[in-house]
């Protein structure tokens, strides 16, 4: 049996089959604002591995470099050992939830241009935004790490765009992690309705982790919907 190494809020990290691998394990907890509000939902786990798997498979598809290297089992995956940024990296087609709060504007307006902004990895300080200055001043990474961030966080825009546009579904925002391997920077991390805001395109039903911050109720009903329109597409 591998070595628990870490137990995050949604995911467990053990140590892989070798020196160049972790594996990760998706728990059924759910946490919002920062750990204050917790709750145990059961198949939350596998909804989100099985949704953030068929949209890694799809950026690696794309030219995107990601950590994932084998789907396990239905809550596990293999992914490349990766050091990472503790930058978490937003990206916003309309404005939504602390962007609207910061600058009152209604949720689901569209952005004229897509945004990117940039919060530290912290539990403890409660993720504050900091900016590109700050982020190399800090030598949290530098500025060609940085670059290179920018632009696959809008290049996996612009394809998460097209694959949940398909999918009759908005992509309002979401959030990305990196990490460095082999002298790369390369996607790490989920990439599910808990890190992404998804509407539906007819209704503006949200269909993502707002269900459960905001007591909206059905949160994994949406998530299963989310995997089954997934996998429709992908199909294809
Ligand atoms: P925000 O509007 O609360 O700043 O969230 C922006 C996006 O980032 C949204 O899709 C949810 C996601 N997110 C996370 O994945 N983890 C977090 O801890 C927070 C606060 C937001």
């Known amino acids: 049996m591998e070595d628990k190494l870490y137990e995050g809020k949604s995911k467990i990290i053990c140590s892989g089959p070798n020196d160049n691998s972790f594996i990760i394990r998706y728990k059924d907890t759910a946490t919002a604002f920062n750990g204050e509000k917790k709750a145990v939902l059961s198949g939350k786990g596998k909804l989100n591995a099985a949704i953030s798997n068929l949209i890694y498979a799809y950026l690696d598809e794309h030219g995107i470099r990601t950590h994932l290297l084998r789907v396990l089992d239905e809550t596990s995956v293999l992914v490349r050992k990766a050091e990472i940024v503790m930058v978490e990296v937003i990206i916003r087609n309309a404005a939504a939830g602390s962007f609207s709060k910061k600058y009152g504007v209604a949720e689901g307006t569209a952005l004229k241009n897509a945004t990117i902004e940039f ?3 912290s539990d403890e300080l409660g993720d504050p935004m900091i900016n590109e200055s700050q982020i190399t001043a800090l030598g949290l990474a530098t500025p060609e ?9 809008f290049r996996i825009n612009e394809l998460m765009c097209a694959l949940f546009a398909k999918a009759d579904i908005k992509l309002i925002d979401f959030k990305l992690e990196f990490g460095r ?3 790369k920077i ?18 503006d039903k949200k269909l993502d982790k707002d269900r459960f911050r905001r007591d909206l109720g059905n949160v994994l ?7 089954g329109r997934l996998e429709n597409v992908c199909k294809i």
Not at 192 to 202: E, F, M, Q, V
Not at 221 to 227: E, G, H, K, T
């Open 186 to 203: 390369i996607l790490c991390d989920e990439i599910s309705p808990d890190s992404c805001r998804l509407w539906d395109t007819g209704t």
């Open 221 to 227: 009903d949406s998530y299963r919907d989310v995997l």
């Open 181 to 183: 391997c082999g002298g």
């Open 119 to 121: 919060s530290l990895k």
């Open 145 to 153: 790490e940085l670059s290179e961030m920018k632009q696959q966080a």
